[in-house]
């Protein structure tokens, strides 16, 4: 049995356990504590049923448990303001986007693996059944994809996914094989596939639109705040209209602590993550604390 196969089957197994209640649930706020970490990314490792964040101050990738203690996995002197972080654990690999481009390290070592660049500033990511990323830059027009070799080619390229200072920012990818991309400043949905960007049709514009994430049901969250655009903290869960050629908002959340950046789907149910990005941006004030709370 090679190894690619018995991971396989440790996160089956992994899933099993949690579905029958045997695994041990979160609590439903997660007081995070790492010096000056000030977290804007966040993931969900199976391998380890904890959390993996981004430190955009350390340009670190560290492992949060319940206690809410932050271990560093990843660290790198190239790896500069990491951004969103996405576990690939069929092929042991976590991934992040940063300020050059794609990081992507060895999930349990924390080795760098390769280091990809290409565009102005990478933000988000998200990965497919194949193992291929698809990176945001929301400073240019075009949606990168990097495949399993650390290779970078345009994915698809299109004036409305640029903005005034920042466009396309939160990514998803949908079984179905196609992304959702949603817009900061415009706060508009995306469907995107190879060279084809539609948009999704909204009751309402979704601005300051930040991280997406599907959750297992199919709706997808959206996380928004207002650190670079008149937007709101906020939680909405969207659901679809066809195969999402529009969506519905089922539920909308007032988020209470400031500036939510994305969030987390776990066996747990989906956890945002509060990095205080609002102190260090807006006062420029370090914090060692963060917050990673369920929905």
Do not use: C
Not at 27 to 33: D, Q
Not at 66 to 88: M, Y
Not at 178 to 201: I, P
Request: net charge positive; proline share 5%.
């Amino acid at each position: 049995m090679g190894v690619r196969m018995k991971r396989l089957l440790l996160l089956v197994l992994v899933g099993l356990l949690a579905i029958s209640g045997t695994a041990t649930a979160l609590p439903r706020v997660i007081n995070g504590y790492g010096e000056t970490l000030h977290p804007e990314g966040v993931a969900w490792d199976p391998t380890r049923q904890a959390f993996l964040v981004s430190s955009i101050v350390r340009g670190t990738i560290s492992v949060v448990g319940s206690d809410g203690q932050a271990r560093t996995l990843v660290s790198d002197p190239a790896l500069a303001q990491p951004l969103g972080v996405h576990v690939d654990a069929v092929r042991n690999r976590v991934l992040t986007a940063y300020s050059q481009g794609l990081g992507i390290f060895e999930l349990s070592t924390g080795r760098t693996l390769h280091l990809v660049k290409f565009g102005k500033a990478a933000n988000d990511l998200a990965i497919d059944w194949f193992g291929n990323a698809y990176v945001t830059d929301p400073q240019g027009e075009t949606l990168y994809k990097v495949d399993v070799t650390g290779t970078a080619t345009p994915f698809a390229t299109d004036k409305r996914l640029a903005g005034v200072a920042f466009g396309m920012n939160g990514v998803a990818w949908h079984p179905a094989g196609f992304l959702l991309v949603v817009h900061y400043e415009t706060g508009k949905l995306y469907k995107v596939t190879r060279n084809r960007v539609t948009e999704v049709a909204l009751d309402k514009p979704l601005v300051g639109g930040d991280g997406i994430a599907f959750q297992r049901d199919g709706s997808l969250v959206v996380v928004t705040n207002k650190l670079g655009t008149p937007g709101e903290d906020a939680v909405t869960v969207l659901r679809p209209k066809g195969l999402w050629s529009g969506a519905e908002v089922t539920k909308r959340t007032a988020w209470p602590i400031p500036a939510p950046t994305t969030a987390a789907v776990t066996p747990y149910g989906t956890y945002v993550v509060n990095g205080r990005l609002d102190w260090l941006l807006h006062e420029q004030k370090l914090s060692n604390e963060f917050f990673l709370s369920r929905i």
